[in-house]
Each structure stands twice: as C-alpha cells, then as structure tokens.
C-alpha cells in the first residue's frame, strides 16, 4: 500500500508540474527530482500540445 501512495502522490505532482507548464507557457519538463522517484506512469495530458 506504502508503494501505491507514493505513485499516487508522484502522478499528483506530476500533474501539477505540467498544469504549471502548460500555465506559464514552459515547454520543457523535467521529472528527475525526489518528488517524482516514485512515479510508475506518464501523465496522458504530457502528450497534449499545449503551445498555440
């Protein structure tokens, strides 16, 4: 159970870093840093364009 929060809470900060991204027009992302060790998924909304 342990494991899965931690990959939940990881695809939750994922999510944030990308709505953040997406908000201030970032268009790199990097997911290499201790919030993110746990994470075992890719956001889908990582591979939707968000630049106009």
Known sequence: MADTDASDQAYAAAL???ATARK???????????PFRALNRIPPELAEPWRA
Do not use: C, L, P
Not at 24 to 34: C, K, L
């Open 24 to 34: 201030d027009g970032d268009t790199i992302i990097s997911f290499d840093a201790e």
């Open 16 to 18: 944030e870093v990308i």
